[in-house]
Each structure stands twice: as structure tokens, then as C-alpha cells.
């Protein structure tokens, strides 16, 4: 470390010293004077060294009593912490026109996938609803629906008179959507999915879940490829990271 920096060199030592429990959280570093001589350096030297410290939440400075060690921000960061009082999400299509051409409903056995979503028998029978949505006149979203059939035995009857699933639901048995979560990642779309969208074959698309309960149990279990050139997520928050408080930064 010959051409390191003193302040760096002095730096990653004090944060060595702090990972081994030297300078245990909540007790403070050593006085700039007591620092100046144990690493023989100017007072410049030190306060450039706690800065780093402090920019990476290791310290803080605290007028008219030291240094206080405090445990790094990133300990109490939650597990999904992108987003915190999520307040909103909506889907953004610009100004297009959107269009469901067809719906097709099938009977299959129902996957492990779709077996576990809708808390029954692997293989037991489903209904499967399968359309492509357009913005304006390109493919935007494959949604594939699939649904208890004792729930509503007789759906496939049905077929090419769903637009809106809920609605229809709603409106036909009088079973309403309750709760929902959903999931999003990002995909590389397969050949048939991109012959599908009229993309490249690669391409990155999302890919979303869906599991959504009733008063009854599960009502449906969704997958849904859709096109991120057409299809925005805006998601809105309010108010600060509750981790804020925990980590006692609003106190401060």
C-alpha cells in the first residue's frame, strides 16, 4: 500500500476495525487528536478518513461529542427495498387503443404450477383462457387465465363473450375479485412467444404472475408476456422508507 493514500490507507483500517468489533456499534472512534497520533497523520488526513466513514453510514459525526459507530444503512435495508409505501401502481399504454382479439377457453390438467396457485390436485381439470391484447394494431400482451372449474362450471360456454374477466365473473356468478398480488420480472422472449409479439426472437419482454382470491378461494392464476416498448409500470410512493425509522434517522 506504498502509494496509497494516508487518509485511504487510514480509512480502511478504522472500517477494518469496525467489521472486527474494535469500535463496536455505539461507541465512538477514537478524538482527532488521539487518530492524528495513533496513524501519525494531519488533522486533514483524519477528517478525510471519517468523511469516507460517514458518507458510507459506518459513522457519525456528532457536534460536541465524537464519532459514534452506528450500523451500516445497508443492514437495515428490507428485503424489497426499490419501493416502500407503495400507494399506486398503474399500467401506462400511452395513448393507444387497446383490443382483445378473441379468447379462446379450454379444459386442461392443470400444471404443479397452476395446481399449487389454485389449491388443487396436480392434473385435476382447469379452465384455461388464452388471448392476445393489441396496442393499436400491434400484439402487445399473451395472457393466459386459468380457472377452477368448480367455481364456474360452465365458462367455456362462453367463449368469445370475455372481455373483462372480473367483470365477467362478477356479472355471470356473482363472484367477486377480493386480493391479488402480482409479479413482475423480465424474460427473454422464446420464438413462438416472439412470432406471437412480432419481435425478435431474444428480445426482453416481462413476465407477470398473478394469484388472485375471492370470497370462495382462489380465483385465478395469470401469466401474462408483455411487450416493455408498449407497456410502462408507473409506481407511486409517499412518505419516507419506514427502515428510516427503524435505523432511528428520523430521530436524529
Same mark, same amino acid.
Request: glycine share 6%; with cysteine.
Given at each position: /500500500?506504498?502509494?496509497?493514500?494516508?487518509?485511504?490507507? /487510514?480509512?480502511?483500517?478504522?472500517?477494518?476495525?469496525?467489521?472486527?468489533?474494535?469500535?463496536?456499534?455505539?461507541?465512538?472512534?477514537?478524538?482527532?487528536?488521539?487518530?492524528?497520533?495513533?496513524?501519525?497523520?494531519?488533522?486533514?488526513?483524519?477528517?478525510?478518513?471519517?468523511?469516507?466513514?460517514?458518507?458510507? %453510514?459506518?459513522?457519525?459525526?456528532?457536534?460536541?461529542?465524537?464519532?459514534?459507530?452506528?450500523?451500516?444503512?445497508?443492514?437495515?435495508?428490507?428485503?424489497?427495498?426499490?419501493?416502500?409505501?407503495?400507494?399506486?401502481?398503474?399500467?401506462?399504454?400511452?395513448?393507444?387503443?387497446?383490443?382483445?382479439?378473441?379468447? +379462446?377457453?379450454?379444459?386442461?390438467?392443470?400444471?404443479?404450477?397452476?395446481?399449487?396457485?389454485?389449491?388443487?390436485?396436480?392434473?385435476?381439470?382447469?379452465? &384455461?383462457? #388464452? !388471448?392476445?391484447?393489441?396496442?393499436?394494431?400491434?400484439?402487445?400482451?399473451? /395472457?393466459?387465465?386459468?380457472?377452477?372449474?368448480?367455481?364456474?362450471?360452465?365458462?367455456?360456454?362462453?367463449?368469445?363473450?370475455?372481455?373483462?374477466?372480473?367483470?365477467?365473473? =362478477?356479472?355471470?356468478?356473482?363472484?367477486?375479485?377480493?386480493?391479488? =398480488?402480482?409479479?413482475?420480472?423480465?424474460?427473454?422472449?422464446?420464438?413462438?412467444?416472439? #412470432?406471437?409479439?412480432?419481435?425478435?426472437?431474444?428480445?426482453?419482454?416481462?413476465?407477470?404472475?398473478? !394469484?388472485?382470491? &375471492?370470497?370462495?378461494?382462489?380465483?385465478?392464476?395469470?401469466?401474462?408476456?408483455? !411487450?416493455?416498448?408498449? &407497456?410502462?409500470?408507473?409506481?407511486? /410512493?409517499?412518505?419516507?422508507?419506514? +427502515?428510516?425509522?427503524?435505523? %432511528?434517522?428520523?430521530?436524529?
Amino acid at each position: /500500500m506504498a502509494n496509497t493514500p494516508a487518509y485511504k490507507v /487510514m480509512y480502511l483500517k478504522l472500517k477494518e476495525d469496525i467489521d472486527n468489533n474494535v469500535y463496536p456499534v455505539g461507541t465512538y472512534l477514537p478524538t482527532e487528536g488521539d487518530l492524528e497520533k495513533l496513524f501519525q497523520v494531519s488533522r486533514t488526513t483524519v477528517r478525510h478518513a471519517v468523511d469516507l466513514l460517514a458518507r458510507e %453510514g459506518r459513522v457519525h459525526v456528532r457536534q460536541g461529542a465524537g464519532t459514534q459507530v452506528v450500523d451500516s444503512p445497508e443492514k437495515f435495508l428490507p428485503k424489497y427495498a426499490k419501493f416502500h409505501n407503495v400507494v399506486d401502481v398503474k399500467t401506462d399504454v400511452g395513448e393507444s387503443a387497446i383490443k382483445t382479439k378473441g379468447i +379462446w377457453i379450454d379444459r386442461i390438467a392443470a400444471s404443479s404450477t397452476v395446481a399449487e396457485a389454485l389449491e388443487i390436485g396436480e392434473g385435476a381439470p382447469v379452465f &384455461c383462457l #388464452q !388471448r392476445i391484447i393489441h396496442s393499436n394494431e400491434s400484439p402487445m400482451v399473451i /395472457m393466459t387465465n386459468y380457472l377452477r372449474t368448480d367455481f364456474f362450471p360452465d365458462l367455456d360456454a362462453y367463449q368469445g363473450h370475455i372481455h373483462d374477466l372480473y367483470y365477467f365473473i =362478477q356479472k355471470q356468478y356473482g363472484i367477486q375479485f377480493e386480493t391479488g =398480488q402480482e409479479r413482475i420480472t423480465a424474460i427473454r422472449a422464446d420464438y413462438l412467444d416472439a #412470432q406471437l409479439l412480432d419481435i425478435a426472437p431474444g428480445s426482453p419482454i416481462f413476465f407477470n404472475t398473478r !394469484r388472485a382470491r &375471492c370470497p370462495l378461494g382462489p380465483l385465478e392464476y395469470l401469466e401474462a408476456k408483455i !411487450r416493455p416498448d408498449l &407497456c410502462t409500470f408507473i409506481v407511486s /410512493m409517499q412518505g419516507v422508507p419506514k +427502515w428510516y425509522e427503524d435505523a %432511528g434517522y428520523l430521530n436524529e
